[in-house]
């Protein structure tokens, strides 16, 4: 960490930055890794608004990114950057963060109103899985994957697990392969 002299303690990561540079010149991987050790450090050391900052660095970078695991990650650190930035009332980084939010949202839309969860689900149902099957998989209750796929039958009309499972492939929600 680099602290500035007065007339106030800024403190800047030296990942953080690092991170950005790795990511101007093409290497995600580098960056990611730099974001990664900045998010612990600053965190660890409780330097709040670097963190805040970092939140918002780490998940531009992440835009590079479309599988699921950095979806993922994606969604937690706009979730806790944005918490981040109301606490401390840092309204800048606040609406930054929430402008990319909506652009992932428009991006992220799904079909016939299908939440993020109800895809992932209707995901396990093309792999023909079970509904506990599910529920180990995604680590929620039967109970809360029948909810769901009572749900996602009634939103996109369909009956039965084999035709979720064909609207899955015919809107691109899974794969052909995916269905074995």
Not at 30 to 45: D, I, K, M, R, T
């Amino acid at each position: 960490l680099i602290q500035a002299p007065a007339p106030g303690p800024i403190v800047l990561s030296k990942d953080r930055i690092l991170g950005l540079l790795a990511k101007t010149i093409g290497k995600l991987d580098e960056s990611e890794a730099h974001f990664a050790q900045a998010l612990e450090v600053c965190g660890n050391l409780g330097c709040r608004p670097e963190l805040a900052w970092t939140h918002r660095d780490y998940v531009e970078l992440l835009l590079a990114f479309d599988d699921a695991e950095h979806v993922k990650r994606r969604t937690s650190l706009i979730e806790n950057g944005l918490a981040l930035a109301q606490e401390m009332g840092m309204r800048p980084l606040e609406d930054k963060l929430l402008e990319i939010q909506g652009r992932l949202d428009k991006i992220t839309a799904h079909p016939d109103g299908l939440t993020e969860r109800e895809v992932e689900i209707l995901r396990e149902i093309a792999k023909e899985k079970t509904n506990k099957e599910i529920a180990d998989t995604l680590s929620i209750s039967v109970k809360t994957v029948h909810t769901h796929t009572f749900n996602i039958y009634g939103k996109i009309g369909c009956g039965n697990r084999t035709e979720a499972a064909a609207y899955a492939i015919s809107h691109g929600l899974a794969k052909e392969e995916d269905e074995l």
